[in-house]
T-cell receptor, first 118, second 111 residues
């Protein structure tokens, strides 16, 4: 199956700094990628939908200026947590579509990035 | 509102026992439903989708539109089935297909 990678797998940063997380589709082109946030023992909450070459679509309640998303190419999307605070500590997961069009395309998930803000 | 409900946080069974992980949904129109599984220290992966009517690793799930349910079943649980299971549906919104996840159920299969 299609492979999605994330880098870094875990990051610890000081409060007030910015952190960039990369999501790559390794063996397929992904016009659409998704960013999720997962709190401990909770479900995945969709943060935003990222499309190559256009602005991301954010879910209600997600701060655009806080979580900057860039989808620079068909294989790379980045999430930047700006001016991070301890409450931003979480597990961030990306996913990518394997195909185009149709009523359904399987999403392939990355391994996640554990962010800890001190 | 589109919603997926998994009422059980934890389901604990012994090896060889039948398993049923419950999932109910709220969706206007014809839903597309999935079960995803996350084994310990591994990424989320698709287990099965209702449109395929398939059996994966002995698991099956039938869409019941009358009861708005999509319960996941396996007749004989194995220890390697221990994992987090998420029920999800596709929501077409804003031009994209988005997955809406339930809260998840942890299945613990004991020897």
């Amino acid at each position: 199956g299609a492979v999605v990678s994330q880098h870094p797998s875990r990051v610890i940063c000081k409060s007030g700094t910015s952190v960039k997380i990369e999501c790559r589709s390794l063996d397929f082109q992904a016009t659409t990628m998704f960013w999720y946030r997962q709190f401990p023992k909770q479900s995945l909450m969709l943060m935003a939908t990222s499309n190559e070459g256009s602005k991301a679509t954010y879910e209600q309640g997600v701060e655009k200026d806080k979580f900057l998303i860039n989808h620079a190419s068909l294989t790379l999307s980045t999430l930047t947590v700006t001016s991070a605070h301890p409450e931003d500590s979480s597990f961030y997961i990306c996913s990518a579509y394997s195909g185009l069009g149709g009523s359904y395309n399987e999403q392939f998930f990355g391994p996640g990035t554990r962010l800890t803000v001190l | 509102a589109q919603r997926v409900t998994q009422p059980e946080k934890l389901l604990s069974v012994f090896k060889g026992a039948p398993v049923e992980l419950k999932c109910n949904y709220s969706y206007s129109g014809s839903p597309e439903l999935f079960w995803y599984v996350q084994y310990s220290r591994q990424r989320l992966q698709l287990l099965l989708r209702h449109i395929s009517r398939e059996s994966i690793k002995g698991f099956t799930a039938d869409l019941n539109k009358g009861e708005t349910s999509f319960h996941l079943k396996k007749p004989f649980a194995q220890e390697e089935d221990s994992a987090m299971y998420y029920c999800a549906l596709i929501s077409f919104s804003g031009g994209y297909n988005k997955l809406i996840f339930g809260a998840g159920t942890r299945l613990a299969v004991h020897p």
